[in-house]
C-alpha cells in the first residue's frame, strides 16, 4: 500500500479534487490518498509550500507528494518529478514544491513529458487531474521516475525569507498564519538552545510581543505566548485565542528573537 | 477494490458525511469511499447535478456515485438506483442525478424499497445515512441491483438550460461558477471544430467579453478570456484572477459565441 | 480493515490534518480513516463532542474514535484512552469524549503515558500528531489498550445540559445548530410514545414555536416544524431555509416539548 499526498487551492466546493483521485484510483485502486489541504488560497504558492513542507516528512516513506497550486497552467510552465531519498514530489515547476524539497536529499529531477501517460485529450486548464493525477498513480505502483520524461538540471527555487541572525538576535518574518490564529515565523526552533526551556522574548514592531515559553498553558488564558511550533519554527500564539486578530499580526510582519542573557 | 463517491450538500462542519460512511464501511470495509463534493449550497440541485456531471465520468468502472441533495427527504419523492454501462447511480429521485444520467447508456432503473438494506428506524430526515449509504455499500459488494426494489420506467428530469445555435452563433448561458471564481457555461466545446484553436469571442450583456483561447496563460494577467474549461464547457476566465467578480457574472447570465468568420 | 475516525477543530486550511494521516499511515498502512469533522469551532469541547455522539455509533465494531478539540496541550490535562463494549475512544481528559460516553458501556479506562509510542520529540502544541494519531494506529492494529499506560479511575465529564420532565411537558435546551440551520435540542425523542406520530408543539421564548411532525415534508416550504432528528433529538427546522436564521434560535434557547393532550 503506498500514499498519494495531495495540496491544492481546488477548495472543498467543486469536484476537482474528486475528479483527480478518480484518474488515481482508476490506476492504482488501494492507494492511500490523504488530503494535506485543498484549502490554500487561491494561486498562493508560499502557502501551498509552506503546508506541504510542514507535513511532507511525517509520510510514510515513498509517499507521492503531489502539489498543484498552478496559475502558469496551460502555459510555458514546465512539469517535475523529483524523487528524494524518502520520497516522491510532483507538481508544476514554478516553486511550490521547492521549500519542501531545500530540505530533502534530492536523487533525481524529471520533467514530466510522457504523454503516453496523461489523460487524452489533456486539458489546457487542469494538468492536476490531466497529467499529475495519472503521473503520482502510476509513480505509486512502481513506475520508474526515469520513464516520465528527460532528465533536468534544475527546478524553481520559490523566493522564501530567510531569517539574518546577529550576535544577540535573530530577525526573521511571519510567513503563515494558520486557522487558529497562530502566527508562525521563519525562525526555526531547532537551532535554539533547548528552546522549550529557552528563556527570551520576540519582539514586534519595535514593542516586546511576548515570551518564549515552551506551550500556550505557560500563560494565563488571552495572553500572548511565543513557542516553538510543531511545524519546526517559532511561532506567536495566544492561549484560547487568535494571535493575529488580538496582535494584529499579519505575514511579512517582521518579527526579533532575543534571547535572554545567560 | 470499488469505488464509492459521494456529492452532498452535507457541508464540512458536522457529521453527516462522517456517518455515511461509517454506515458504508460497516457493511463492506474494503471501499474506497471518495468526496466529489460536499460544498453544494443547502438544496441546490443544479450545482450537485453538475459537480457529478463534470467528474464521474474520471472515476474507474463499477464505481457507485452516490448523489444526495434531498430537500425533500421524508415526502413523496421516490428514491432511485440506475446502472448504466460503465457506473451505478443513486440518491433521491428529484433529477439530481439525471444530467449525469443524460450522457450514460441506461442498462436499468430501480425504485429503492426493499427495507432490508436499510438502517432500522429509517429516520425521516436523513436517508443518506440510512438508506442511500447501505444501498451504495450492497452495490459495491456485487448484491444485484434488482434486489433494490421495482423496475421502474422513468425518473426526475432536472430543468437544465440548454443552448440554441444559429447560423453564426450560440448562446448559451453561465450554468456554474466555481472557487475560482470561473464562470462556467452550458456551451459544450466539443463540437466546436478544434476549439483550442478556434478563434472566436464571447459576447454577454450586448458587448463583446473576451476572445476564445485554448488557456488562461493567452491573455494578460488580470485579462478575461474563454477557454474550452475541463469539465467539456465553454468558461469564462481571468488569467490570475475571478471571472465573476471582475466582471460581474453569475448563474443564468446569457452569454454568446461567435467563432470568426473563415 | 480497521476504521479510525477523527474529530477535531484542525479546520480545513492547513496541514493538520494530514500531518495525522501521515503518521497513522507510517504504522498501518492498511487502516481507513474516517474524518467525522474537523469543522468544529476552535476551542468548542460541547460542538465536538455532540458530533462524535451522533455519529460513533454507525461505524463498524472496534473502530477507533479520535477526538482532538485540546485547548490545553501542553498543560496539565492527562490523554486518555477508553475501551468501550464495541469502540475504542482516544483523546484529552477535557471532557471532548464524555458526552459520547455516556452512552457506551465502558470497559477500561486508562491513561496515555506510554512514551515509546509517541512521536520524538514530542510537541507541546500538537498531541494529535504526536500521541494520539500514533497510539490510535497502534491501537487498530490491536496492541492491548493496558500498554498505553495506566488504569486510570474516571475522567473529566463535560457539563451538559440535561432536560427536566415534568407532568405535562419537557423543557430543555438547543444544543447544537447544524449546517442547514436545523436547531437540535437536548430533548431525545426515543422516550417520547411513537414520537413520529406523536402530536405535541414545542414553544420558545414564550411562545408557540411549533409543532411536532415527522418530517421537514409535512409543513409547508419555508414553514416550521420540529421532527424527531437523526442524531436522536428532537430538531427545529424550517422546511426549505435555516430555522436558525428565520426563527432567531441559537445554542442555549430553552425550548419546551408538550406532548398534545389526548
Known amino acids: 500500500v503506498r500514499?498519494?499526498?495531495?495540496?491544492?487551492?481546488?477548495g472543498a466546493a467543486d469536484w476537482f479534487v474528486g475528479s483527480m483521485k478518480g484518474v488515481i484510483l482508476a490506476l492504482n485502486p488501494r492507494v492511500q490518498i490523504v488530503d494535506i489541504t485543498h484549502g490554500v488560497p487561491a494561486g498562493n504558492l508560499r502557502a501551498a509550500a509552506f503546508a506541504l513542507t510542514a507535513s511532507c516528512r511525517f509520510f510514510p516513506k515513498h509517499s507521492v507528494h503531489v502539489a498543484?497550486?498552478?496559475p502558469g497552467v496551460g502555459g510555458h510552465r514546465a512539469a517535475l518529478a523529483i524523487q528524494t531519498e524518502?520520497?516522491?514530489f510532483v507538481g508544476p515547476d514554478n516553486g511550490v514544491l521547492s521549500v519542501a524539497l531545500a530540505r530533502e536529499k534530492i536523487r533525481a529531477v524529471f520533467q514530466i513529458t510522457n504523454e503516453?501517460?496523461?489523460l487524452k485529450p489533456l486539458s489546457h486548464t487542469f494538468h492536476g487531474r490531466d497529467m499529475f493525477a495519472p503521473v503520482a498513480a502510476h509513480l505509486s505502483k512502481g513506475l520508474p521516475i526515469q520513464n516520465l520524461g528527460p532528465s533536468k538540471k534544475d527546478f524553481v527555487k520559490l523566493?522564501?525569507?530567510q531569517p539574518h541572525r546577529s550576535a544577540n538576535s535573530v530577525?526573521?518574518?511571519?510567513?503563515?498564519?494558520d486557522g487558529f490564529g497562530n502566527a508562525i515565523t521563519n525562525i526555526s526552533h531547532e537551532p535554539l538552545a533547548r528552546p522549550a526551556?529557552?528563556?527570551?522574548a520576540l519582539f514586534a514592531k519595535r514593542r516586546r510581543l511576548c515570551s518564549i515559553k515552551p506551550s500556550y498553558q505557560a500563560v494565563p488564558r488571552q495572553k500572548a505566548v511565543a513557542v516553538p511550533g510543531s511545524s519546526g519554527f517559532l511561532e506567536i500564539a495566544v492561549n484560547g485565542g487568535s494571535?493575529?486578530?488580538?496582535?494584529?499580526?499579519?505575514?511579512?510582519?517582521?518579527v526579533t528573537f532575543r534571547p535572554k542573557a545567560p
Request: glycine letters at 10%.
Open 116 to 118: 503516453q501517460l496523461f
Open 171 to 177: 530577525t526573521g518574518e511571519i510567513v503563515y498564519i
Open 68 to 70: 498543484v497550486v498552478d
Open 243 to 254: 494571535a493575529a486578530a488580538k496582535l494584529g499580526l499579519k505575514i511579512g510582519d517582521a
Open 3 to 10: 500514499v498519494i499526498t495531495l495540496t491544492t487551492d481546488f
Open 159 to 161: 523566493d522564501w525569507p
Open 86 to 88: 524518502d520520497y516522491f
Open 197 to 200: 526551556e529557552s528563556s527570551g
